[in-house]
């Protein structure tokens, strides 16, 4: 059977299962230039934060949103807010290059396969590598006895890969409407940048006073971090849990088409 649609287009399935292994093939031509970043960098931030810092650090349960040492408080957020980091850092420069320098995206849409299929493929390898980086990350800090509970690891780390494909869509949308890759530089200062260190990764938002905390809360990532939290420490207000996850899949759909968007705006003009 054909996989040309009536249209004499590919179907989502099999522009996937060709675009995919691109993706792969490029990570494993590259990925050297990106183990420090995405997994010794981590490790380091754990250890010097919730190792040698939180020994200094009561482990009061009341002061940190249920997490009985300060290494257990920080650990879930520091995933959640490393996933939005590996998420952003894979689409914006690289997308940015895939049709300002290099062209692979026009090469791409030269074929059967439509850019819709494009951004749907590259945002698609981009969660699954995301997950991937905080599975890892995951893995190595559960000797510390960060969770709860068996099933934590794995509740936390969909809600951490949740959170990184929901930042992924926003700057792929954004990285297709720019025309110079200094603008990425503003954003990681005054973006980026900001939300990792006032996120609640680190401490709790209400310590940033009543307007600091309502402020931190309405950014995707506070729900982020808030969710892969509550998973890890097994302590669930699931009404909550529920705002967070509605949060972040609604910031994936819009992302999504906001992300679809741009890259056909931007191939077509």
């Not at 998420?87 to 420069?93: F, H, I, K, P």
């Not at 850019?115 to 981009?126: E, G, N, T, W």
């Not at 982020?224 to 998973?231: A, I, K």
Request: charged share 10%.
């Amino acid at each position: 059977m054909s996989p040309l649609a009536p249209t004499g287009r590919l179907s989502t399935a099999a522009a996937l299962s060709r675009l995919l292994p691109y993706w792969f093939t490029v990570t494993r031509r590259t990925w050297r230039g990106s183990v420090v970043s995405s997994f010794l960098t981590p490790v380091f931030y754990v250890v010097a934060m919730g190792v040698l810092l939180g020994g200094f650090i009561d482990g009061d349960p009341e002061r940190l949103d249920g997490a009985t040492s300060y290494l257990a408080f920080i650990v879930p957020g520091l995933v959640a807010a490393h996933a939005m980091q590996t998420a952003v850092a894979d689409t914006s420069w690289p997308v940015f290059s895939n049709f300002k320098w290099n062209k692979v995206y026009d090469s791409m849409v030269a074929t059967p396969i439509t850019v819709r299929q494009v951004a749907i493929a590259h945002l698609s390898f981009v969660a699954l590598r995301v997950a991937a980086t905080c599975a890892v990350f995951d893995l190595v800090v559960a000797a510390f006895g960060v969770f709860e509970t068996w099933w934590g690891p794995f509740v936390a780390l969909a809600a951490q890969a949740l959170t990184g494909a929901a930042f992924a869509t926003l700057m792929y949308g954004f990285a297709c409407r720019i025309d110079s890759d200094a603008a990425f530089g503003v954003v990681f200062r005054i973006g980026i940048f900001p939300l990792f260190l006032f996120s609640g990764a680190f401490f709790p938002v209400s310590n940033l006073g009543a307007v600091g905390e309502r402020l931190a809360q309405l950014t995707p990532l506070w729900h982020g971090v808030n969710l892969s939290r509550m998973f890890s420490i097994d302590r669930i207000d699931w009404s909550l849990a529920a705002l967070n996850l509605g949060v972040l899949l609604a910031v994936l759909v819009i992302g999504s088409r906001w992300a679809v968007s741009g890259l056909e705006k931007r191939l077509t003009t």
